[in-house]
């Protein structure tokens, strides 16, 4: 059973820049393909970015792309979201999630475990 903790969530104006970080229980961390997903209210959990598990491949939504970086650090079994350039619409709870199998994985249902969620809000 793999646990996933989000942080760095918060209030940002528009335009500014936030990190978010997952950290993961499990040892063998290395041996996942890493996600970010959001979830507006009202809205369906949107993909957002994704990562090997040798952080050689990453792959994101055309929303954030150009703008959100994700990596990982498989040392501390840590996963990160760099959002810059931050607008309105990026307003949601976003998730990280892990995926036992696949190189990337962009869609939820085959991620196997899933954290509870980091509150960001931009302001406009």
């Known amino acids: 059973q793999v646990q996933l903790v989000e942080s760095g969530g918060g209030l940002v104006q528009a335009g500014g820049s936030l990190r978010l970080s997952c950290a993961a229980s499990?040892?063998?961390?290395?041996?996942?393909?890493m996600g970010w997903f959001r979830q507006a209210p009202g809205k369906e959990r949107e993909f957002v970015a994704t990562?090997?598990?040798?952080?050689?491949?990453?792959y994101y939504g055309d929303s954030v792309k150009g703008r959100f970086t994700i990596s990982r650090d498989n040392a501390k079994n840590t996963v990160y979201l760099q959002m810059n350039s931050l607008k309105p619409e990026d307003t949601a709870v976003y998730f990280c999630?892990?995926?036992?199998?696949?190189?990337?994985?962009?869609?939820?249902?085959?991620?196997?475990?899933w954290g509870q969620g980091t509150q960001v809000t931009v302001t406009s």
């Open positions: 999630a892990a995926a036992a199998r696949g190189t990337i994985v962009v869609v939820t249902t085959r991620y196997d475990y």
């Open positions: 499990e040892r063998t961390f290395r041996n996942y393909v």
């Open positions: 990562i090997s598990w040798s952080g050689g491949i990453t």
